[in-house]
């Protein structure tokens, strides 16, 4: 038998760690939860779960979650979002494989509800992501806030796990305009620091690609009113990501327009 730490960083997250925590109980040989500073009942929530409660200053998403796997006890790490939590038909993948642990990582499909809709198209499913893995045999790496976890040999061995992890992502359209807002200034800023630009061009033309390729092509208006909001601001996100990265360019280079 495995032993499996799950690991989660938070930041004021009361509205969704209970869910989340809760998921993980029947699988978890150890919580760990790395806190950047939360000013609600996030620690609260925490404790009554029995998990062990970390504050660590945030550097960055990628930088967060690889100081999170320092303080895992065990190899074997589950790492998991607040606002996540566990299908049970994946509490039920993760149970067998800690009875026989075969693989370097393990992909899991994940489904994302938006405004209390599942969206299944739109290239936002199956969305899969490698979240259980062996530490030593890897780390979290990408461009923030985009992390992902790579697996250290190019011959490791990843196996698909059937189950979902549900992604409760925004309760309103104004939660997800605020996180695009959030969101485009961190990647345009590390964007920037890739020597990365933004010509006239590519800013008009990307955004409504981007609407065509994810409603019409991936099939966003199948998920009905919601699919179209999707599509529209992630076409938005493309638009603002590439003005701020314009911004920040000209800045650098002392381009003022008045």
Request: glycine letters at 8%.
């Amino acid at each position: 038998m495995t032993s499996l730490s799950v690991v989660v960083i938070t930041l004021n997250e009361e509205r969704n760690i209970s869910r989340c925590l809760e998921s993980v109980r029947g699988i978890a040989d150890e919580i760990v939860v790395v806190d950047s500073g939360s000013s609600d009942t996030t620690p609260q929530i925490c404790a009554h779960y029995g998990a062990r409660f970390v504050t660590h200053p945030f550097e960055g998403h990628i930088q967060q979650k690889n100081f999170a796997l320092t303080q895992c006890t065990h190899d074997a790490v589950l790492s998991i979002d607040a606002d996540e939590s566990l299908s049970p038909e994946l509490c039920v993948s993760i149970a067998r494989v800690k009875n026989e642990w075969t693989a370097d990582g393990y992909s899991m499909n994940r489904l994302t509800n938006y405004c209390g809709t599942w969206i299944r198209h739109g290239g936002w499913y199956p969305d899969r992501k490698v979240r259980m893995f062996r530490k030593s045999q890897g780390a979290w790496t990408g461009v923030n806030p985009h992390d992902r976890f790579a697996l250290t040999l190019p011959s490791a061995r990843v196996v698909h796990l059937s189950g979902d992890l549900l992604h409760y992502s925004y309760y309103t359209v104004s939660d997800h305009l605020r996180q695009v807002d959030y969101f485009t200034g961190i990647t345009a800023r590390e964007m920037a620091m890739q020597g990365r630009s933004a010509g006239v061009f590519r800013t008009i033309v990307a955004p409504p690609f981007r609407f065509f390729r994810d409603y019409v092509i991936k099939g966003g208006w199948m998920d009905g009113y919601h699919g179209l909001v999707v599509a529209a601001i992630s076409a938005h996100a493309v638009f603002i990501k590439y003005v701020k990265l314009r911004h920040i360019t000209q800045q650098e280079h002392g381009i003022h327009h008045g």
